[in-house]
């Protein structure tokens, strides 16, 4: 195999992304695993995420409405960083305008359970 230049198709390890044990404050759960929502913005969740590239690694940093479960606020980064997560509330917050009574939920991870950020 090594030869003709061929690589046996190997699974990908598994890598931790939320370090949930960290001494940030963190937000109670009110979503509380109820995911049908009755109008848009009223529920967002966010994910950041890894993914594998050439050129190294590349974190996505994704906020999405749970009604439309439509993205609408996004931002990649090589790091996983508090500030992609941030970027990625601050462009939903500004294409959507959401009223009072949102609820943002995330895994709170140290990425969304950090001090506030400047975005």
């Given at each position: ?13 598994f890598?931790a992304?939320?370090?949930s044990?960290?001494?940030?404050p963190?937000a ?9 929502v009755?109008a ?15 050129e ?6 994704i ?10 606020g ?6 996983m ?30 990425q969304?359970?950090a ?5």
């Amino acid at each position: 195999m090594r030869a003709h230049g061929l690589r046996p198709k190997t699974r990908r390890t598994f890598r931790a992304t939320t370090d949930s044990k960290h001494s940030h404050p963190v937000a109670a759960n009110l979503l509380d695993r109820q995911f049908t929502v009755a109008a848009p913005n009223r529920v967002w969740t966010a994910e950041i995420t890894d993914s594998p590239r050439a050129e190294g690694w590349l974190y996505p940093a994704i906020v999405l409405d749970l009604f439309s479960c439509q993205i609408i606020g996004w931002a990649l980064d090589a790091t996983m960083s508090q500030q992609s997560t941030s970027r990625a509330l601050t462009m939903a917050i500004q294409r959507q305008r959401p009223g009072p009574g949102l609820v943002h939920h995330s895994d709170r991870g140290s990425q969304f359970a950090a001090a506030n950020q400047a975005a």
